[in-house]
């Protein structure tokens, strides 16, 4: 009985003084320099070479497909040109300490539950990770890599937080960032543009001048070149106090620097600065992203209709609804009163 293929591995030619890729091929031995005498830039070589011999021959069955291949190419294929690959690189780092050695095939419900009890961790960050993997997968599924896309369960998404700030809580929030010393020079415009656009945290730290019209009274919540994804950043008039603000952020800003920096550089994130404030404004469980929601929740509470509000946060109708309905007085009373 013939030995089994076992496959492309490397070989130390002393005579070449390099590492080789040496495989079979229709019954012969074939071989390839990595041009490289060192370990560990061979090993780079031998994965790439078994990467493109997969891709010659066509898609893999998930029986024979890695998932720590599905994940590198993910990564080095898509999560470069995200908005923020650092939430996927946080992801991957976890993932990979469970399903490193498994293959497609190994996903099934059993196993993700397994990875949930394995990372113990909270049911949004599992889901969070868990959506990178099956991302990856049909990432690979849809560049031809794989056969076929697995089931990848998921914990049950978490209810949405319903903490929003009272115009006097925001005032004291305000108050406790320009108390700061150290921040009030970016934070209280922050957190300013978080109330008045409604704005993520990505959107609102990586804002540059460019984007924002003063004369025209414009704000581009979405840079130049980034396309739109499910994260929608429309472009909104700017609301009279924030129009204040941004003046005079102007005046002390560089033409096409950051709207929000620190010393002309942008920042890296705002959670720990924006905590402080928070603590010493008494207020409690609340995060940047409470901005949003606080934005979202005035608007209803104003009697805004629900698809302009969609339309300033860039989301669909049907989570404006989800959200924000029950803070809206007139939220179906056309349809009540067609049963007076």
């Not at 790439?48 to 010659?56: A, D, G, M, T």
């Not at 989800?322 to 007139?330: E, Q, T």
Request: aromatic fraction near 10%; proline fraction near 6%; glycine fraction near 6%.
């Amino acid at each position: 009985m013939p030995r089994p293929n076992r496959g492309p591995y490397l070989v130390f030619l002393k005579k070449r003084k390099k590492y080789y890729i040496r495989w079979s091929e229709r019954g012969q031995t074939r071989e390839r320099s990595t041009g490289t005498a060192d370990q560990f830039e061979a090993q780079e070589e031998l994965g790439k070479f078994i990467k493109s011999i997969r891709q010659h021959f066509g898609p893999l069955p998930p029986e024979k497909y890695m998932i720590v291949d599905a994940i590198e190419n993910y990564v080095d294929e898509h999560a470069v040109n995200t908005t923020c690959p650092e939430r996927i690189g946080y992801a991957v780092d976890a993932l990979l300490k469970y399903w490193g050695n498994n293959k497609v095939s190994d996903i099934t419900r059993q196993t993700c539950e397994a990875y949930q009890t394995f990372r113990q961790k909270s049911d949004s960050t599992v889901r969070r990770e868990l959506g990178v993997l099956r991302a990856a997968i049909n990432h690979d599924h849809k560049m031809g890599r794989v056969t076929r896309s697995p089931f990848v369960w998921l914990p049950p998404k978490p209810a949405g937080k319903d903490r929003w700030l009272t115009k006097k809580e925001a005032a004291a929030l305000l108050w406790a960032a320009k108390s700061e010393p150290k921040v009030r020079l970016y934070l209280p415009l922050f957190i300013m543009l978080g109330l008045y656009t409604g704005a993520r945290k990505e959107a609102i730290l990586s804002l540059r001048w460019p984007q924002v019209n003063l004369e025209a009274r414009r704000i581009d919540l979405n840079p130049p070149g980034r396309m739109q994804t499910s994260k929608r950043r429309p472009v909104l008039p700017i609301p009279g106090r924030l129009m204040v603000a941004l003046k005079h952020a102007r005046s002390r800003g560089h033409d096409l620097g950051y709207v929000v920096h620190k010393d002309g550089e942008r920042l890296g994130d705002i959670k720990k600065s924006f905590a402080t404030a928070a603590r010493n404004a008494g207020l409690e469980n609340v995060t940047p992203h409470t901005l949003r929601h606080t934005s979202g929740t005035w608007m209803a509470q104003a009697g805004v209709p629900l698809f302009q509000i969609a339309g300033w946060l860039g989301h669909s109708n049907e989570r404006t609804t989800a959200l924000y309905s029950h803070h809206h007085a007139d939220y179906l009373s056309d349809a009540m009163r067609a049963f007076k």
